[in-house]
């Protein structure tokens, strides 16, 4: 059975900058694949090719294969290679995205609920209003907005940065989307919140049978929801493997070097913390994928 996406030497480039460089990855139906790497890496240039939201300054080469969603036909199209309107139909309703930043990724003079309910009916138009806002608000009960009903008409700015997130995750999820990517999503908030974003995802996943394209710098966090790992640096792979092993006993020097500058309670006090060493060669290791 093919992947359910194919990432294929995918490269992006602004002007003479090369922001990704052949980057090669597959993820699997209901599979959670953790993208990690250093601000600038390319995580978000890459996220953002495979739903065409790079914009007409980006030029993008290379192959992003999907899997067609009819269950009968595995068919595979291009991402690439599809026409604007053929594109809509795959973003937002088969694969969905968590931007970061919450408070700039919603419309501050729409309430939530119209947001919500619009992310419907862009693949539902014949939907009445009365049928978009019972959609919109079952889904942010679902996750986990107190008193929706009475709160979908309620702007962004009255809602906690928490809750600012799970209402994008219900922007994400109203339609089912077959695939979740998630970019940074707990990187602006504190440690209790971040954990209860990180539970509700698990358990959405869980509960829909997602595949998740999870992108942080924090390989703490990664390690915690992942199944899968590629570590990504100047816009390169460099290594990929279980999370399990490539977080206990990573294997490029680079991969090292970002586990040693995340401080731990064994950290000491009285000395500066490792320093990420980002201009070795690049020697792509890749190991079998298991489990």
Same mark, same amino acid.
């Given at each position: 059975?093919?992947? @359910? @996406? $194919? #990432?294929?030497?995918?490269?992006? /480039?602004?002007?003479?900058?090369?922001?990704?460089? *052949?980057?090669?990855?597959?993820? $699997?139906?209901?599979?959670?694949?953790?993208?990690?790497?250093?601000?600038?890496?390319?995580?978000?240039?890459?996220?953002?090719?495979?739903?065409?939201?790079? *914009?007409?300054?980006?030029?993008?080469?290379?192959?992003?294969?999907?899997?067609?969603?009819?269950?009968?036909?595995?068919?595979?199209?291009?991402?690439?290679?599809?026409?604007?309107?053929?594109?809509?139909?795959?973003?937002?309703? !088969?694969?969905?995205? #968590?931007? !970061?930043?919450?408070?700039?990724?919603?419309?501050?003079?729409?309430?939530?609920?119209?947001?919500?309910?619009?992310?419907?009916?862009?693949?539902?138009?014949?939907?009445? *209003?009365?049928?978009?806002?019972?959609?919109?608000?079952?889904?942010?009960?679902?996750?986990?907005?107190?008193?929706?009903?009475?709160?979908?008409?309620?702007?962004?700015?009255?809602?906690?940065?928490? !809750?600012?997130?799970? #209402?994008?995750?219900?922007?994400?999820?109203?339609?089912?989307?077959?695939?979740?990517?998630?970019?940074?999503?707990?990187?602006?908030?504190?440690? &209790?919140? !971040?954990?209860? #974003?990180? $539970?509700? @995802?698990?358990? @959405?996943?869980?509960?829909? *049978?997602?595949?998740?394209?999870?992108?942080?710098?924090?390989?703490?966090?990664?390690?915690?929801?992942?199944?899968?790992?590629?570590?990504? /640096?100047?816009?390169?792979?460099?290594?990929?493997?279980?999370?399990?092993?490539?977080?206990?006993?990573?294997?490029?020097?680079?991969?090292?070097?970002?586990?040693?500058?995340?401080? &731990?309670?064994?950290?000491?006090?009285?000395?500066?913390?490792?320093?990420? /060493?980002?201009?070795?060669?690049?020697? &792509?290791?890749?190991?079998?994928?298991?489990?």
């Amino acid at each position: 059975m093919p992947p @359910l @996406l $194919d #990432i294929r030497e995918l490269r992006v /480039r602004f002007g003479a900058t090369e922001a990704v460089r *052949g980057v090669s990855l597959q993820l $699997d139906e209901g599979e959670v694949l953790g993208l990690v790497g250093e601000s600038g890496s390319g995580k978000s240039a890459s996220a953002l090719a495979i739903l065409g939201l790079l *914009g007409p300054s980006a030029l993008v080469s290379g192959r992003i294969l999907w899997q067609d969603s009819d269950p009968g036909n595995q068919a595979m199209i291009d991402l690439l290679r599809q026409p604007p309107n053929a594109l809509r139909q795959v973003r937002g309703r !088969q694969i969905a995205m #968590i931007f !970061q930043e919450p408070m700039t990724a919603l419309n501050p003079v729409m309430s939530i609920g119209r947001q919500v309910a619009e992310c419907a009916t862009a693949h539902a138009p014949s939907w009445t *209003g009365r049928e978009a806002k019972r959609k919109a608000i079952a889904a942010l009960e679902a996750v986990a907005i107190p008193e929706a009903a009475s709160r979908y008409g309620d702007y962004p700015h009255q809602f906690s940065g928490g !809750q600012r997130q799970r #209402i994008l995750i219900a922007m994400a999820l109203i339609n089912r989307p077959r695939l979740l990517i998630a970019d940074e999503p707990t990187t602006a908030l504190d440690v &209790t919140v !971040q954990a209860q #974003i990180l $539970d509700l @995802l698990a358990q @959405l996943q869980r509960e829909h *049978g997602l595949a998740m394209l999870f992108i942080s710098h924090d390989l703490a966090v990664v390690g915690q929801v992942a199944s899968r790992v590629a570590v990504l /640096r100047s816009g390169e792979v460099v290594e990929t493997g279980p999370s399990a092993r490539l977080l206990t006993a990573p294997v490029h020097p680079y991969t090292r070097s970002l586990l040693a500058a995340v401080p &731990t309670l064994r950290t000491p006090r009285d000395q500066p913390l490792a320093v990420v /060493r980002s201009k070795q060669p690049v020697s &792509t290791l890749d190991t079998p994928r298991t489990g």
